[in-house]
């Protein structure tokens, strides 16, 4: 009896140890997982190789940051760019060539859409010109929220780091097999950032520079010397990547000149704006972005100017982190103010240094505007009124980098004379990829993932971004409060909301994060 009891315990633990082994993703069902939904959304959602953002399932509707005709496709993430940085990954996570031939009809679509000058738009409609317009002039227009699009401008922009990325990716792609066919639209990018630089180092918005759109008696502000969305940052960090991976000379002088833009924009309190106009005045920009100083703008340009002095060892970026973080300091808001960890305000009056808080009120974008005042009550709920900022992180940094010398914070810069130290080339060995691979998901997440791809292989998502269908513009004139708080107004706003309904939605953004999931348990377990 003892015997059999022992027999029955060690079948018992053989199920155990088979079920359990059941539960961990083989490379083949994750490899098998991948391939299938990138044939899906290559074969079956792509247009001309390029991607929006969300899709009804019978494609009946789709939308990029807004919604889109069936002749677009988006460029900035999650769209057409992301899709060709995860194909490359994909590629050289696999081996599979089917992901560099994706990659390679993204990058076509990218090229077809780049602009004479050499940059890009949001977005590309393959229907041309005359449908954009009527796109900007309906949808657009009417977008309450989305200022940036209700006005065709016919340039490119550096908005969301749209024409930054676009040029990063066609650099990739022309460094992972060096295909001399990449190299003319890549040229004409890099060309185009290095003419639209000022002559100070920052950049503009958008470029070639236009002063045509003033709304409600606010200027044109995509001529401003530009921060906000890290539109220097971006060509910065893509001209330092061209020099590593290039080699050319003629890169250093325009990095030089943008990391020192951040020194001569500095104001004297210790802060930054948004945007600058050309005679260094803190300027606005859309109707709810006010002329003020940002805190979590300055603690970002300070933890750059952290950055700047390890790529160079000038001491002139160091010198200036004090008086950030000084500042940063003096506008705390009180206990009584904070907000979750929201313990900044958005905006600072540059002439009192006290908070102002942006509201609204109105039904739609015909009728409807945006005003300034001291009441941190009925926040706009698109944009927010307090911000978190990581100003420990700031205080740590600026302690660690500023005990070491100099030699030694500036040992890995890729600007400094030296010779190349890593296994190969620099053209295989720098990382351009945007996403982190230094952590591994579980076992039960990839199951999860794998085990939600349906029966057409694709990845359904609830609660996307939705919105109204164009209808028209607005009638309702009422200054009416209903809408303060809300992504969108009346139903003649073609601004996106979140969809609260059941209704499923194909998703770039769910596939490329799955994907970068699946291929992080890859690259990590071993």
């Known amino acids: 009896m003892k015997q059999t009891k022992l027999l029955l315990l060690f079948a018992a633990s053989l199920l155990f140890i088979q079920v359990d082994a059941q539960k961990q993703p083989s490379k083949g069902e994750i490899t098998s997982t991948m391939l299938k939904a990138t044939k899906y959304m290559v074969e079956e959602v792509s247009t001309n190789g390029g991607y929006l953002w969300n899709y009804l399932p019978d494609f009946s509707r789709r939308w990029g940051e807004m919604e889109a005709y069936p002749t677009m496709i988006w460029l900035q993430h999650p769209g057409t760019i992301s899709m060709g940085h995860l194909f490359l990954q994909a590629y050289e996570a696999t081996g599979e060539d089917y992901y560099y031939q994706a990659a390679e009809k993204a990058a076509s679509a990218v090229i077809w859409g780049q602009s004479h000058e050499g940059g890009w738009n949001y977005l590309v409609d393959f ?76 950049w503009p918005q958008r470029y070639p520079l236009m002063y045509d759109f003033n709304k ?55 802060a930054w704006g948004q945007q600058l106009t050309l005679d260094m005045k803190t300027a606005g920009a859309r109707t709810y972005e006010p002329a003020a100083f940002l805190p979590s703008a300055t603690c970002e340009n300070a933890l750059l100017l952290i950055h700047f002095y390890k790529l160079t060892g000038d ?46 009120k109105g039904s739609n974008v015909k009728y409807g505007y945006y005003y300034l005042d001291e009441d941190d009550s009925n926040l706009l709920g698109h944009y927010g009124g307090k911000s978190g900022v990581p100003l420990q992180e700031l205080k740590d940094e600026y302690a660690r980098v500023s005990a070491i010398p100099a030699k030694e914070a500036t040992a890995n810069s890729p600007l400094l004379p030296g010779q190349f130290g890593h296994e ?35 990845w359904l998502i609830k609660h996307a971004m939705t919105s109204h269908p164009y209808i028209g513009d607005g009638t309702k004139q009422e200054p009416t409060t209903e809408f303060s708080t809300t992504f969108v107004g009346d139903e003649t706003d073609t601004s996106p909301y979140h969809d609260t309904t059941d209704q499923e939605y194909i998703s770039t953004g769910a596939y490329i994060r799955n994907m970068y999931i699946l291929m992080n348990y890859l690259t990590n377990i071993k």
């Open 216 to 270: 409600q008696n606010h200027p044109d502000y995509t001529s401003f010397y530009t921060f906000n969305d890290d539109v220097t940052w971006e060509n910065v960090h893509f001209l330092i990547q061209c020099y590593e991976t290039l080699g050319e000379q003629r890169f250093l002088d325009p990095i030089r000149r943008g990391m020192d833009f951040y020194l001569f924009s500095q104001d004297g309190c210790g």
């Open 424 to 458: 190969g080339t620099p053209q295989s060995y720098y990382d351009l990829n945007r996403v982190n691979f230094d952590y591994t998901p579980s076992e039960d997440r990839v199951l999860e993932i794998i085990n939600s791809l349906d029966d057409q292989n694709r």
């Open 315 to 360: 001491s002139r970026y160091l010198a200036r982190v004090p008086a950030a973080i000084r500042w940063l300091e003096s506008v705390k808001l009180p206990a009584e103010k904070v907000d979750g960890h929201r313990t900044y305000p958005m905006f600072v009056d540059p002439a009192t240094q006290k908070p102002i808080y942006v509201h609204r």
């Open 127 to 202: 229907a041309g010109d005359r449908s954009l317009k009527h796109w900007y002039a309906t949808i657009g227009k009417n977008g309450w929220r989305l200022e940036e699009f209700q006005h065709y401008y016919g340039n490119s922009t550096f908005d969301d780091d749209v024409t930054s990325d676009a040029a990063r990716f066609l650099l990739r792609i022309y460094l992972e097999k060096l295909d001399p066919k990449f190299k003319p639209a890549l040229d004409k990018a890099i060309d185009f950032i290095l003419k639209s630089q000022y002559a100070e180092g920052g």
